[in-house]
């Protein structure tokens, strides 16, 4: 599996590269970019096309040191920016391409008939045959093995190895140099999450959190959960599990005891808890109950219920001064604070289908984007705060787990159990 015929298609990368270097071009090259006209009105049929198929980025500015690009965060330390004579990330700027009110076109739709192997029109079908649409990433690979709905990837920091989970009850570790499956390990229940701090990987169970150490190869379990553990976090020194009783569980690890303790028990919402985020001291939990829960991540006490969701809280976000949310109610939800401290409303995006999850990353110019996965079985790709679609991915099933690895790559994973490896493309 080589890429440009002496590259490993699935090897770990560099770090990306940042906005200063894709603005190192000469005046007259940067004079010349220009956006495709008819990309803008969605039906561009040239490949490759000279001109752009995407927005042109905002001008950046930056002090003599250089100012990094807005993150997301799980833990960023930045503070929510309060509504104000400061305020500058209004709802002027979310869902508008460069001030306007201009709406990404709708791309094309997947030939069913090519997903099932069967089309007879072949490269003469007016339906798209490819997992993606954009110009911006590749699909590198992909790596089979999983027998039912991907719910977790994690790429722990130092590791040469992939790990997935799934319903399936197994725990696949992936050779990031040979794309092989190096490991299986069965777990004897259903895999609800998994994430990774560190050189820790943690593997939400039915009452039950697993936790490996790739480094010392030590396997933890952490009882006290009661029911299926949906989502997981780590904060403040602190381990969170959102379960399905609809409490939280904390546990802290004891480098004296080389194990992790109970630590707090934080209860409120009603149903489960399927996502955790933490952000500007806080930790921000979705519930099945519709809501949203603002917890203080020192005193572990609730500062604030959101309910403006009317269906399931899918995934949460932090990214820069807003927070993110998504729900099966067909909208993603921006959030900022107030002056009060706190968060209301500032922008609603509204989709055509449920929202399962969100990612967040920059691409290869160091530009924010949202990946923004659908219940029907696609991956939106929009441009940050513009809601600008740059592309999407499909699939034969729904995409519950995206994971951001490093040097441009990211993860996905899908309900037939299948995981593609995907690369943003550099910049030109």
């Given at each position: 599996?080589?890429?440009?015929?002496?590259?490993?298609?699935?090897?770990?990368?560099?770090?990306?590269?940042?906005?200063?270097?894709?603005?190192?071009?000469?005046?007259?090259q940067q004079q010349q970019q220009k956006v495709c006209y008819h990309w803008r009105a969605g039906k561009c049929t040239r490949h490759p096309c000279p001109f752009l198929h995407r927005e042109?980025?905002?001008?950046?500015?930056?002090?003599?040191?250089?100012?990094?690009?807005?993150?997301?965060a799980e833990d960023s330390g930045s503070q929510f920016l309060r509504r104000g004579t400061k305020f500058t990330g209004g709802s002027n700027s979310w869902g508008r391409v460069h001030g306007?009110?201009?709406?990404?076109?709708?791309?094309?739709?997947?030939?069913?008939?090519?997903?099932?192997?069967?089309?007879?029109?072949?490269?003469?079908?007016?339906?798209?045959?490819?997992?993606?649409?954009?110009?911006?990433?590749?699909?590198?690979?992909?790596?089979?093995?999983?027998?039912?709905?991907?719910?977790?990837?994690?790429?722990?920091?130092?590791?040469?190895?992939?790990?997935?989970?799934?319903?399936?009850?197994?725990?696949?570790?992936?050779?990031?140099?040979?794309?092989?499956?190096?490991?299986?390990?069965?777990?004897?229940?259903?895999?609800?999450?998994?994430?990774?701090?560190?050189?820790?990987?943690?593997?939400?169970?039915?009452?039950?959190?697993?936790?490996?150490?790739?480094?010392?190869?030590?396997?933890?379990?952490?009882?006290?959960?009661?029911?299926?553990?949906?989502?997981?976090?780590?904060?403040?020194?602190?381990?969170?599990?959102?379960?399905?009783?609809?409490?939280?569980?904390?546990?802290?690890?004891?480098?004296?005891?080389?194990?992790?303790?109970?630590?707090?028990?934080?209860?409120?919402?009603?149903?489960?808890?399927?996502?955790?985020?933490?952000?500007?001291?806080?930790?921000?939990?979705?519930?099945?109950?519709?809501?949203?829960?603002?917890?203080?991540?020192?005193?572990?006490?609730?500062?604030?219920?959101?309910?403006?969701?009317?269906?399931?809280?899918?995934?949460?976000?932090?990214?820069?001064?807003?927070?993110?949310?998504?729900?099966?109610?067909?909208?993603?939800?921006?959030?900022?604070?107030?002056?009060?401290?706190?968060?209301?409303?500032?922008?609603?995006h509204n989709e055509e289908h449920g929202v399962l999850h969100l990612c967040g990353m920059h691409d290869s110019e160091a530009k924010p984007v949202l990946m923004c996965s659908c219940n029907?079985?696609?991956?939106?790709?929009?441009?940050?705060?513009?809601?600008?679609?740059?592309?999407?991915?499909?699939?034969?099933?729904?995409?519950?787990?995206?994971?951001?690895?490093?040097?441009?790559?990211?993860?996905?994973?899908?309900?037939?159990?299948?995981?593609?490896?995907?690369?943003?493309?550099?910049?030109?």
């Amino acid at each position: 599996m080589d890429l440009d015929g002496n590259k490993r298609v699935f090897q770990r990368l560099g770090v990306p590269s940042t906005a200063s270097d894709s603005t190192r071009q000469h005046p007259q090259q940067q004079q010349q970019q220009k956006v495709c006209y008819h990309w803008r009105a969605g039906k561009c049929t040239r490949h490759p096309c000279p001109f752009l198929h995407r927005e042109l980025p905002a001008p950046v500015h930056q002090s003599s040191n250089g100012v990094a690009p807005k993150r997301f965060a799980e833990d960023s330390g930045s503070q929510f920016l309060r509504r104000g004579t400061k305020f500058t990330g209004g709802s002027n700027s979310w869902g508008r391409v460069h001030g306007s009110n201009a709406v990404a076109k709708k791309t094309e739709k997947l030939c069913s008939y090519w997903v099932q192997g069967n089309c007879s029109y072949g490269d003469k079908c007016r339906y798209l045959h490819s997992w993606s649409l954009g110009d911006c990433f590749d699909m590198l690979t992909q790596l089979e093995g999983h027998q039912k709905v991907v719910t977790g990837i994690a790429f722990p920091s130092g590791s040469s190895n992939l790990y997935t989970g799934s319903k399936d009850e197994t725990l696949r570790v992936w050779d990031c140099q040979s794309g092989q499956c190096a490991a299986v390990v069965n777990l004897g229940g259903e895999i609800g999450c998994m994430i990774s701090e560190g050189p820790w990987v943690f593997v939400g169970l039915p009452n039950l959190v697993k936790a490996y150490n790739t480094q010392n190869n030590a396997d933890l379990s952490l009882s006290g959960p009661v029911g299926q553990v949906y989502a997981m976090v780590v904060g403040n020194g602190l381990l969170f599990a959102g379960i399905q009783d609809g409490s939280i569980l904390a546990w802290k690890f004891n480098a004296a005891t080389n194990c992790f303790e109970p630590a707090a028990s934080l209860t409120g919402h009603t149903l489960g808890v399927v996502s955790l985020v933490v952000g500007a001291n806080r930790l921000y939990s979705g519930s099945m109950d519709n809501s949203i829960r603002v917890w203080n991540l020192e005193t572990l006490q609730c500062m604030q219920i959101l309910t403006d969701h009317t269906s399931v809280v899918m995934s949460v976000l932090c990214w820069d001064q807003f927070l993110l949310s998504c729900s099966l109610d067909k909208t993603i939800k921006v959030w900022v604070a107030t002056d009060s401290g706190n968060l209301e409303v500032t922008y609603t995006h509204n989709e055509e289908h449920g929202v399962l999850h969100l990612c967040g990353m920059h691409d290869s110019e160091a530009k924010p984007v949202l990946m923004c996965s659908c219940n029907d079985n696609c991956v939106r790709i929009y441009d940050l705060p513009s809601f600008a679609e740059r592309g999407k991915i499909y699939a034969k099933n729904e995409i519950r787990a995206i994971e951001v690895g490093p040097g441009g790559l990211f993860f996905t994973g899908d309900g037939t159990g299948q995981v593609r490896v995907w690369k943003w493309r550099d910049s030109p």
